[in-house]
């Protein structure tokens, strides 16, 4: 079969994220755990951070969704590994999918999912370090 027949609509980067995600699986002693559900087809995605200083350590997830799904959920770990918490949240479901040199139109929705983990991951870190905090002060 020639190569663009397997293909597809899709990149080689998402082929490759698709087929060898990076970050796949959880880590137990997570700092932080955001799971997101994509109401238009049902497909989850659950993202653990290892979080220090407001710096991400690491990032593992687990999709269970369709393939532009697994390829940015992959993309997105990436991502934001190295980052502060702060600049993670910046990063748009446009970057995402960007960074795997883009998704088909109506694949688009599929890269919300990983943003969307980001942002729940982040917000479940901020609520905890917030926790932390008042009963430090106790
Ligand atoms: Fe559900 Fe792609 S079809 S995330």
Redesign the pocket.
């Known amino acids: 079969m020639p190569k663009d027949d397997m293909l597809g609509p899709y990149s080689e980067k998402v082929m490759d994220h698709f087929m060898n995600p990076r970050n796949m699986g959880e880590i137990k002693d997570a700092d932080a755990v955001g799971t997101v559900g994509?109401p238009?087809?049902?497909?989850v995605m659950r993202l653990y951070l290892k979080v220090s200083d407001d710096k991400i350590l690491d990032a593992k997830f687990k999709t269970f969704?369709?393939?532009?799904?697994i390829a940015t959920s992959s993309m997105a770990t990436e991502m934001i590994k190295g980052k502060t918490v702060d600049e993670s949240l910046k990063i748009t479901n446009e970057a995402v999918a960007e960074a795997l040199d883009g998704l088909p139109a109506n694949?688009m929705?599929?890269s919300v999912?990983a943003q969307e983990a980001i942002e729940a991951a982040i917000n479940n870190y901020k609520e905890k370090s917030a926790k932390k905090q008042t009963s430090d002060e106790k």
Request: charged share 15%; proline share 0%.
């Open positions: 994509n238009a087809c049902g497909d969704g369709c393939g532009a799904a694949k929705h599929c999912l």
